[in-house]
């Protein structure tokens, strides 16, 4: 069983994809090691610029040496006898369904595709002190889609109340449209650690014709 090292080593985040190399979704740390080591999925790992596979014993190896010469690339954990370096990317070796190609629409996503920002005021908040609002009130037709609804913070919530933007004298910042990928990945590839993503991310990385 595996305990952290640091609080951050098991709560990173890491990359499935499917036996076809596509991704699927994001899992913790917890998680990807559990599928390792059940030999239900294997590391994808970025070294110079290639990709390497490795179950989770060779994964075990290439730890220890990371640790004595790499250890400042990588989030770590522990057990009782050795350090294992978390990964950012594994492979489901059995899996091999499409992923989503549709955002699911719930709070979660809207919150990101806004990243926490009142599409009013501008300004960044803790999700805490943000609600959803409806652009065009419910009160008037306002559907609950994409196209619909915003991030806003409780100030300008309040000075809008039932009205449209234009009768509250507000402006929206950015037009809400439906995003084409899961908002949530985009925040992640911000990181450095997740940059190794971005290729199984890339739409055009599966769809340009090979020659």
């Known amino acids: 069983m595996v305990a952290a090292e640091h609080k951050s080593g098991l709560d ?6 499917n036996k076809h190399y596509m991704a699927v979704r994001i899992v913790g740390a917890r998680r990807a090691f559990s599928l390792l080591f059940r030999d239900l999925a294997e590391v994808v790992s970025l070294e110079q610029g290639e990709y390497s596979n ?11 040496f990371r640790r004595n010469f790499e250890s400042d690339g990588q989030d770590w954990v522990s057990t009782v006898n050795f350090y294992i370096a978390v990964p950012r990317i594994i492979r489901l070796l059995f899996y091999d369904r499409l992923p989503r190609s549709e955002v699911k629409f719930n709070r979660r996503n809207i919150f990101a595709r806004d990243s926490n920002h009142c599409q009013y005021c501008g300004k960044r908040h803790p999700t805490s002190e943000l609600s959803l609002d409806h652009i065009i009130p419910r009160s008037m037709g306002g559907k609950s889609v994409w196209e619909n609804i915003v991030c806003a913070c409780t100030k300008c919530n309040v000075k809008k109340g039932g009205q449209t933007p234009r009768q509250a004298g507000l402006t929206l910042i950015r037009k809400p449209v439906r995003p084409k990928h899961n908002p949530l990945v985009h ?12 290729q199984f991310l890339d739409h055009a990385y599966w769809s ?4």
């Open 12 to 17: 990173c985040n890491v990359l499935v994809l």
């Open 54 to 64: 490795y179950d989770f014993e060779s994964w075990c190896e290439v730890s220890q």
């Open 187 to 198: 925040i992640h590839l911000g990181h450095q650690r997740y940059r190794s993503w971005k």
């Open 208 to 211: 340009v014709e090979l020659k």
